[in-house]
């Protein structure tokens, strides 16, 4: 009955993601007060997906280094760069939206994107490495890039990120990779099918909660806030697009290109809103909040093409084989 409900999930993904970001703005007085639940049910998600790696994979992902290299090269060069440009040709002398819009491009890679991972079989070990790479260094990277970009120094509160990181992420990982370890990946089988079809239903919830956090920034909607919408959306659109074809350019094997492309496309949203609320006046926030609103939907609904991309592949190789 899970295994059905798991795969029903899997084909409504694109829908689940939209239609929680809609219920929690509609309902954001009462959903709103629920939020301290995020970082829990993020745990459980990540304890779930990680059941299908374990140590002896790791070590191999970080002997191999260069796509995690390639991965940062997206996150922290190229995507800044383009939402620079991008931003100057549609926000011209807004110096507000133009940082915005860097800053919410700077920020390191999402920690969903390990859930859209394991959901679509990418590299499990791989997106770990670079979660906890990305993060670990965004108190240099970030600042660094806004001092490049927009000339801007700001400070992060980076033991409140590692303290996050350390209970959303490391921890539930170590826990369902040392279980992988020691039942010989006999728990992936016994549990992880299991707890798939739930890990699902999370995302839908965690989007509803964000959907309830960033409702009060979307209550004077304007010709304004409709241009920052679209122009944010392309850029967050983008990064899919370009991760995707840089893995297929270098020729990278399928669970790889998966992996950067949900890397690549996805970024730490909320702490880039804690920062841009923090450290900058509220416009510069917009941008940033405006990109909670679409990213799971982006997620689901690339993630939905490139598993019909690699079906199709696959069919046409057996054609051909036949």
């Excluded at 280094?65 to 995507?79: D, K, N, R, S």
């Excluded at 990305?134 to 806004?146: Q, Y």
């Excluded at 826990?175 to 039942?183: D, E, S, W, Y």
Aim: aromatic fraction near 12%; include cysteine.
């Amino acid at each position: 009955m899970l295994h059905k409900l798991n795969r029903q999930l899997e084909k409504i993904m694109p829908l689940i993601t939209p239609v929680g970001v809609v219920t929690g703005v509609i309902f954001s007085v009462h959903l709103k007060d629920f939020s301290y639940l995020i970082p829990w049910i993020f745990a459980f998600m990540t304890f779930a997906g990680s059941l299908s790696s374990n140590f002896r994979s790791l070590k191999e992902v970080m002997a191999h280094p260069f796509p995690i290299f390639m991965a940062m090269l997206i996150l922290h060069v190229l995507m800044p760069a383009w939402a620079w440009g991008v931003g100057h040709v549609a926000f011209s002398g807004d110096v507000y939206t133009i940082t915005g819009l860097i800053l919410g491009m700077v920020i390191p890679t999402g920690v969903t994107s390990f859930i859209w991972v394991s959901i679509y079989r990418g590299n499990i070990p791989l997106v770990l490495s670079l979660i906890l790479i990305d993060t670990l260094l965004s108190p240099i990277i970030v600042p660094l890039s806004l001092s490049l970009f927009i000339g801007q120094k700001v400070e992060m509160d980076f033991l409140n990120i590692m303290k996050g990181l350390l209970g959303m992420v490391v921890i539930p990982s170590l826990i369902g990779m040392f279980l992988n370890q020691v039942t010989k990946g006999k728990i992936k089988e016994q549990l992880g099918s299991r707890l798939a079809p739930f890990s699902k239903i999370c995302i839908g919830i965690v989007v509803m909660l964000n959907g309830a956090i960033v409702a009060p920034y979307l209550k004077d909607i304007n010709l304004k806030l409709v241009g920052i919408t679209v122009t944010v959306f392309c850029i967050a659109f983008s990064g899919y697009l370009f991760s995707f074809f840089l893995g297929r350019l270098m020729k990278r094997d399928r669970d790889t290109v998966i992996t950067l492309t949900f890397t690549g496309g996805m970024r730490n949203i909320s702490a880039g809103a804690v920062l841009a609320v923090s450290f900058f006046p509220a416009a510069v926030a917009v941008p940033v909040v405006v990109g909670m609103l679409f990213q799971q939907v982006l997620a689901s609904t690339n993630g939905y093409f490139l598993d019909r991309y690699y079906t199709r592949k696959v069919d046409k190789q057996e054609s051909l084989v036949l």
